[in-house]
């Protein structure tokens, strides 16, 4: 699949070559994490059935999970009404999607004054991330 297919050039890519991204909880609906793609991402995405985001800050490809092994299997893509944001339908695999150790990236609620966690730590992330590198140093 390549990243000048047809259906890659309906969606309307912003001025970077990027589309807004949305990953949703196929199972309970639950809005897990908002990220980028460019064309490659996408196309990357419909051929692994795994979400791959382009990562603005490192400037590559980002294949979710590739450190914390918490990939997202892509069950359904949709694009909106104005071809300009993406849908991802997924399964979460770990039920971790946000780097925090929670469940979802939207775990903070404003209360009229301040903004409030109010979702718990499923896994400490220095936990995540550091069991990940000591079994990448052991392989």
């Known amino acids: 699949m390549t990243a000048n297919a047809a259906w890659l050039k309906k969606v309307r890519w912003d001025e970077h070559g990027l589309v807004p991204v949305i ?9 897990l994490m908002f990220a980028w793609m460019n064309r490659d991402a996408l196309a990357r995405t419909a051929e692994l059935g795994e979400a791959v985001y382009w990562s603005r800050s490192r ?22 009404c104005d071809e300009d944001v993406i849908l991802l339908k997924i399964e979460q695999k770990g ?19 301040d903004w409030q966690a109010v979702e718990p ?12 590198n000591a079994k990448k140093s052991h392989e």
């Open 95 to 113: 039920g971790i999607a946000c780097h925090t150790g929670r469940h979802s990236c939207f775990f903070q609620k404003f209360d009229g004054e």
């Open 59 to 80: 400037k590559k490809l980002w294949h979710k999970g590739e450190e914390s092994g918490h990939t997202q299997k892509v069950l359904e893509m949709r694009l909106d």
């Open 23 to 31: 990953a949703q909880e196929a199972a309970t609906g639950d809005i």
């Open 121 to 132: 730590v499923l896994q400490d992330p220095q936990t995540i991330y550091s069991d990940k």
